[in-house]
């Protein structure tokens, strides 16, 4: 029988220790994730306070460093670590008490789409103190797009990059298509374009993942959204074929 293991995922910024480590001793954590920036100066003696008190406690720590001023890199971190622990049946825990504003808001969105359980540690500030009781956060359902679409995407994306373009004709995008779905017969008609509009297409746009050039022969790009959904989606998916 393999053992869940409890994980806890926590920023760190310009925090107090107790709010790092409190939490992670209630939910009696078997491992932490200290997330925090990658100028190795900045945070470095709350991040060794805290890392040595959870070590003391047989906790085992991983450090992690990323831009926490950057929302996109900050996210995709986030991302990679939840997906590695989900792949291995872990239970997570997300602080959203630590590491800042932005820190907060990108760990609240990866744990909507991701399912994870967010707590915050409440501190009164006229006392400097740190309450043990963790407020109860509501999580919401999020729709993510399908895989076939973010495979989709990737396929989009591949073909750009293989061309060094950053736009591929509708013509491109029928033959992706067909190489998704090789046990299909295809024909030559404009039906085939409907097929593709109604699968993919349409579906891209939707989301604003897409833009298609406004005349007969329009090329079609992927916007910043999309490039962002590529980032994460692919590694929600783990599409391994990413360049």
């Known amino acids: ?51 040595s008190r959870l070590r003391d406690l047989r906790i085992e720590v991983i450090v992690k460093r990323c831009n926490l001023e950057s929302f996109s890199d900050f996210i995709l971190e986030i991302a990679r670590i939840i997906k590695s622990e989900i792949d291995k049946k872990n239970i997570l825990n997300y602080s959203i008490s630590t590491g800042g504003n932005l820190a907060a808001a ?29 407020l109860n ?23 750009m990059d293989n061309h060094g373009t950053t736009s591929i004709s509708k013509k491109d ?18 039906g085939e374009y409907n097929k593709l509009k109604f699968r993919y297409l349409d579906k891209l746009l939707g989301n604003h993942f897409i833009d298609i050039e406004s005349k007969v022969r329009g090329r079609i790009s992927i916007t910043s959204e999309g490039l962002f959904a590529w980032d994460f989606f692919t590694i929600y998916y783990n599409v391994s074929s990413r360049n």
Not at 18 to 42: E, N, S, W
């Open 173 to 190: 995008c029928l033959e992706l298509m067909k190489r998704r779905h090789p046990d299909e017969i295809f024909s030559s008609t404009s």
């Open 106 to 134: 990108a760990g609240m969105l990866a744990c909507l789409l991701f399912q994870i359980r967010p707590y915050f540690i409440k501190k009164d500030f006229s006392i400097g103190k740190i309450s043990k009781e963790q």
């Open 1 to 51: 029988m393999i053992y869940q293991e409890r994980v806890h995922v926590i920023p760190v910024g310009d925090d107090d220790v107790d709010r790092i480590v409190i939490p992670a001793i209630q939910g009696k954590a078997d491992k932490v994730y200290l997330v925090t920036m990658d100028d190795k100066d900045l945070f470095q003696t709350i991040v060794q306070e805290a890392e």
């Open 137 to 159: 956060i509501p999580l919401y359902h999020m729709d993510v797009p399908g895989k076939p679409l973010i495979l989709f995407l990737n396929d989009m994306k591949t073909e």
